[in-house]
């Protein structure tokens, strides 16, 4: 395993590691207009406001590493994706703008439009989230010159990119009903569960499509699998983490259901980046101009130094992320310091 391996390993954990903490709260946002009850959707609040935030620092993070070891796929991704990271950042931007807004009055319309603001930014977060993992999977308009030919977010949404949009959709949608499974009680927690079983299905019938479209439009993307006997075990373990959501919602085990739904973004996430290498953005237009581990990356010495810095920094984010979750554990009520 060299340093091109490594970083390619640790850009993809970070990103994942984002996946898994944001998705629960971004499908929080998702479910949020769901619920009509004021105070319910103060619990929901609750239930991510300590840890929202902390949770992004994870894209931070991984941005960053993307930025310090492969330059040139930094450069091009955000110049070819430009108007769909603006409005993904708008997204994020006005989501957060809302979860602060809310409670500031006490009227029924001013709480309904922050309410309002905060699913639809979730919505288009995750979706464009998802649409551009879906183009990475078919392959970008890369030229020689490693830039886009071209650009514009309408060139984005062919059906197979907004497929697997609406797939990560179902996917944060269904972790974020487990994760307020968790943190509620009573007849909310009732509630939610029924979510949750309704939310499996339809994340079931997604999966199904997404596998399928992949597999046929884009088998390059199990060619890995010939050559890493192990990715099955990686693909079996992710469909026993997806077929093991029931048993622990069933059995009443809340933090085993978390867990799992966590498990089940880390596996498909893990088989996205499996069949990617190792290529980071490939390109439709001659497979020889796509941005690899190797050819898009920083001089050796660069990823020494980085990485060294990477492994004094990242335990300090573990233990952030560690004691918040720890410091803020159990089920949430509405309070005075509600959002």
Known sequence: MDIN?????????????????????????????????????????????????????????????????????????????????????????????AIEFRSKEPWAWWRNLWDAVFALGSIVSTVLFGIALGNIIAGLPIGEDTYFTQTGLLGLLAPYPVLVGLFVLSLFTLHGAIYLNLKTEGELQDQIRLWVLRGFGFFNVLYMMTTVATIVWYPHMIDNFSRYPWAWVIAGLTMLAIANIPRTMHKGL????????????????????????????????????????????????????????????????????????????????????SY
């Open 254 to 337: 809340e933090y085993q259901a978390l867990f799992t739904s966590g498990a089940v973004i880390s596996g498909t996430f893990a088989l996205f980046g499996l069949g990617l290498f190792p290529d980071l953005l490939p390109s439709r237009l001659n497979p020889d101009w796509s941005l690899t581990i190797y050819n898009a990356a920083s001089s050796p010495q660069t990823l020494h130094i980085m990485l060294i810095i990477a492994l004094i920094g990242m335990p300090f984010v573990l233990a952030y992320t560690v004691s918040i979750y720890w410091m803020f554990r159990g089920k949430v009520k509405v309070d005075k310091f």
């Open 5 to 97: 391996v490594i970083w390619f390993l640790l850009v993809g954990i970070l990103l994942t590691g984002y996946a898994v903490l944001d998705g629960f709260d971004l499908g929080v946002g998702v479910l949020h207009l769901f619920i009509r009850n004021d105070e319910y959707r103060r619990v929901f609040l609750n239930a991510i406001g300590p840890v929202w935030d902390g949770n992004e620092v994870w894209l931070v993070t991984g941005g960053g590493a993307l930025f310090a070891a492969f330059p040139t796929v930094y450069a091009s991704a955000f110049s070819g994706f430009y108007m769909a990271f603006m409005l993904l950042l708008a997204a994020l931007i006005f989501r957060a703008v």
